[in-house]
């Protein structure tokens, strides 16, 4: 997992977000918690598994399977998706998404 300086926290840990995502988050806009979706793929071993997240729409563009841990070949096959994907601070996305689903 990558590393970055957040003004709040200090050195965190990253997620890695759509830009319709990082957007949102970083301009505090309210987004519909239910066009958050959570993608996930394997890495070493069943037991290490790789998420990061997108918004529904480009999930459904580029037909990212939501519903099952994809395989690291088929994850590494998504170009397209890899490339858009941005970096944020882990902790303010998590208290992001933690207000978005509360509202
Ligand atoms: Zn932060």
């Given at each position: 997992?990558g590393?970055?300086?957040c003004?709040?926290y200090g050195?965190?840990?990253?997620s890695?977000?759509?830009p319709?995502?990082?957007?949102a988050?970083l301009?505090?806009?309210?987004?519909?918690?239910t066009?958050i979706?959570?993608?996930?793929c394997t890495?070493?071993?069943?037991d290490?598994?790789f998420?990061?997240?997108?918004?529904r729409v480009?999930a459904?563009?580029?037909?990212?399977?939501?519903?099952?841990?994809?395989?690291?070949e088929?994850f590494?096959?998504?170009?397209?998706?890899q490339q858009?994907?941005?970096?944020?601070c882990?902790?303010c996305?998590?208290?992001?998404?933690?207000?978005?689903?509360?509202?």
């Open positions: 997992m590393i970055t300086i003004d709040m050195t965190v840990g990253i890695l977000v759509t319709v995502i990082s957007a988050m301009e505090e806009r309210d987004f519909d918690p066009s979706c959570l993608i996930r890495e070493l071993s069943d290490d598994v998420a990061c997240w997108s918004d480009t459904d563009r580029l037909r990212i399977p939501r519903d099952r841990i994809m395989s690291l088929e590494g096959s998504l170009a397209e998706f858009l994907l941005r970096p944020v882990h902790k996305f998590e208290e992001w998404l933690k207000e978005q689903r509360s509202r």
